[in-house]
């Protein structure tokens, strides 16, 4: 894919891991943006991949943006108010976009900080779990700015409107058992056992047929903004496409039959 973006693939399941160690894995050229969109992309095409595993390089999982670049306003951070904005939205809002859309489920494996935008990364994806010394801030308002790639739709959502305000506009960060407290990681891990852990949710979830999570994936995203009515139409529509499966097929006559199925995504 890119250097940016390590990818490992055994199976049904992807390992995809931010490769700027040296940086605390920041994303803040263009070059990364699109490193991750092309991979979202690539992970919905191909339908036998079935979950994905996200983290990071060395010590971070995501520092955000590059604090650097900002002091020196170069970069993603050049221009006028004008170009800031249209680069913002040409930029590093692509990534909220690239994730919601993909469909396949993703586990984000948080093995050290989750920085500005990098903790709104981990809430890009669908599970979250932690290893013991990861941390947690969305601390835009520590440098003076606000959430630009749409941290405040997506936290709020994760944890709630109250936790979210607290860290929002406090800053502050949070540990990672206040973090499962929250609600925002699924587990605490030890550091050395994470990205094992993370890889079992993957099979646990690559273990079903790709179109039911997929198109379980999608009914959790569009639920979070639709009404209950609109939410039952879609969910009729899919339950319909899914019972004419030969998935779901053979996991019927495997439960009949009491033994385990075996899907052949189709």
Not at 16 to 24: F, G, H, Q, Y
Not at 32 to 46: G, Q, S, V, Y
Not at 59 to 81: Q, Y
Not at 188 to 210: H, Q
Request: charged share 25%.
């Amino acid at each position: 894919m890119d250097d940016f973006l390590l990818v490992e693939r055994d199976g049904a399941v992807v390992t995809a891991t931010l490769n700027r160690p040296d940086e605390r894995n920041a994303i803040s050229e263009q070059a990364h943006i699109e490193a991750i969109e092309r991979f979202c992309a690539a992970m919905t095409a191909d339908r036998g991949i079935k979950a994905v595993v996200l983290t990071g390089a060395g010590t971070a999982f995501c520092a955000g943006g590059n604090v650097k670049s900002m002091r020196d306003r170069a970069g993603m951070f050049a221009g006028s108010p004008l170009d800031l904005r249209n680069q913002y939205r040409a930029g590093i809002q692509r990534i909220p976009m690239a994730l919601y859309e993909l469909e396949v489920p993703v586990i984000a494996a948080v093995n050290g900080p989750a920085i500005g935008a990098g903790l709104d990364l981990a809430c890009m994806c669908d599970i979250r779990i932690a290893a013991e010394g990861a941390i947690f801030a969305e601390s835009f308002v520590k440098l003076g700015i606000v959430p630009g790639d749409g941290g405040a739709w997506l936290l709020p959502r994760v944890i709630g409107m109250a936790r979210a305000s607290l860290m929002t506009l406090t800053g502050d960060a949070i540990d990672a058992a206040r973090a499962l407290d929250y609600g925002l990681v699924s587990e605490i891990t030890p550091p050395d056992r994470l990205l094992a852990r993370a890889r079992e949710i993957a099979a646990r979830v690559a273990a079903n047929p790709g179109h039911a999570t997929r198109l379980a994936k999608r009914l959790l995203r569009e639920g979070q903004d639709m009404k209950l009515g609109p939410l039952l139409e879609l969910s009729a529509a899919y339950q319909a496409l899914a019972h004419h499966t030969a998935d779901h097929e053979e996991a019927v006559a495997a439960f009949l039959e009491k033994r385990p199925p075996a899907f052949t995504d189709r």
